[in-house]
């Protein structure tokens, strides 16, 4: 995940010897580097993160004195994706507005707070109506963590209204 970065902080900073970076002014390019990036600042934020490792690594292999990335002010992300909230006339209109398999979708990750792609690979074996509870293993965690769902009265009736075509809860024409 981290060699994009990387390769980002290796074309800015590869030229630096170990002693350049440790002398007085390089916080300032540092930060300057940071502000070439603010039209994206989850990238420069990231960068900071790993920038900061690397030379945390020099100090801890004795081949650096100082970090000048440790405690440089990230750049305000704005707010994050769970700040992002639909209201309910906000998802109504957008149900009402879509084809009925695109509708479903949309009000099934709503009921169940499940990723696009787990919705649109949710398969009917991993709806279990006895139970009463949606279990699958996560694509975003490699299958490493079960997302594990209650079935409540209105996820049920949305169930209930998807046509069996096949093995996926999600089908379309």
Known sequence: ?????????????????????????????????????????????????????????????EKLKRNPAQGVTRLDEGPGRAEIIWADDELARLVNACPAPVARAVRIAALTGMRKADVVALAWSDVDFARGVIDRATLKSRRRTRAVIPILPELRALLDECPRLGPLVLTNA
């Open 1 to 61: 995940v981290w060699r994009g970065h990387l390769d980002g902080i290796k074309d800015v900073f590869g030229p630096m010897t170990l002693d350049a970076i440790q002398r007085e002014g390089s916080r300032a390019l540092i930060y300057e580097w940071r502000d070439t990036m603010a039209a994206k600042p989850r990238t420069a934020n990231i960068r900071l993160t790993v920038l900061s490792r690397v030379l945390s690594w020099g100090i801890d292999h």
